[in-house]
């Protein structure tokens, strides 16, 4: 199983980036997949996840609004568009598979539940 992303980069505030998870290994519309994120000094929060078994998508709050997670199943790759980017949204960006059993945000943006975890990409989000 590997997972690669992609699409990281500077952007100032209130612009926007798209980021990429292209994954191999695994039969990618059986398993959910997460998005994550990991400021300095602080511990890995969930962002966005879809949910196979429901076919849910889900976003945390601080998210809302302003990132869209879709997914690709001829590429085997999911994507999160990040808009009106705030400099609190600097972080490295992680992707990883679901192997939780459970339905809800609150099972799907928790990184507990999740393994083969990517490479990560760097944000940055000037003010």
């Known amino acids: 199983v590997q997972l690669v992303e992609s699409g990281g980069g500077l952007v100032q505030a209130g612009g926007s980036l798209r980021l990429s998870c292209a994954t191999s290994?695994?039969?990618?519309?059986?398993?959910?997949i997460g998005w994550f994120r990991q400021a300095p000094g602080k511990e890995r929060e969930g962002v966005a996840a879809?949910?196979?078994?429901?076919?849910?998508?889900h976003y945390a709050e601080y998210v809302k609004g302003r990132f869209t997670m879709s997914s690709d199943n001829a590429k085997s790759t999911v994507h999160l568009q990040m808009n009106s980017l705030k400099p609190e949204d600097t972080a490295i960006y992680y992707c990883?598979?679901?192997?939780?059993?459970?339905?809800?945000?609150?099972?799907?943006?928790?990184?507990?539940?999740?393994?083969?975890w990517g490479q990560g990409t760097q944000v940055t989000v000037s003010s």
């Open positions: 879809i949910s196979r078994g429901d076919g849910e998508t």
């Open positions: 990883a598979v679901f192997y939780g059993s459970y339905y809800g945000s609150t099972y799907h943006l928790n990184p507990l539940w999740y393994e083969h």
């Open positions: 290994g695994f039969t990618f519309e059986d398993y959910g």
